[in-house]
């Protein structure tokens, strides 16, 4: 049995509590200033619902048996858009591609 097979018995709201309560112990170990404002994913599923479905709208993601996937090829193809923002000298580069995201991303 692994380290956190025990949590089972905690509610998720109590684990979610324990994580955050640990998180800041961590930025505090780290000199990390504490966030003026906390935010959980699940207060903006409306709105990451409506991004999803615009993105795939614009035929930059596709659905795959119940998940969404980028299209990074259509994406980096488009006349306006960019995708080598944090490293501008990987793009175009294949290699560096499949290195970082994986053979997966690669058709």
């Not at 800041?24 to 200033?33: A, T």
């Not at 580069?93 to 991303?105: C, M």
Request: with cysteine; glycine share 6%; net charge negative.
């Amino acid at each position: 049995m692994g380290p956190c097979a025990n949590f089972k018995m905690f509610s998720k709201a109590l684990l979610t509590l324990w994580i955050l309560f640990v998180f800041c112990i961590h930025e505090f170990i780290f000199q990390v200033l504490p966030p003026d404002v906390l935010t959980r994913v699940s207060e903006y599923v409306p709105e990451i619902v409506e991004y999803v479905e615009e993105i795939i709208k614009k035929g930059l993601a596709y659905e795959s048996k119940g998940s969404v996937y980028f299209d990074v090829s259509k994406f980096d193809s488009a006349s306006n858009h960019f995708y080598a923002k944090l490293v501008p000298e990987a793009y175009g580069d294949a290699k560096s591609l499949e290195d970082g995201e994986g053979k997966v991303l690669l058709k």
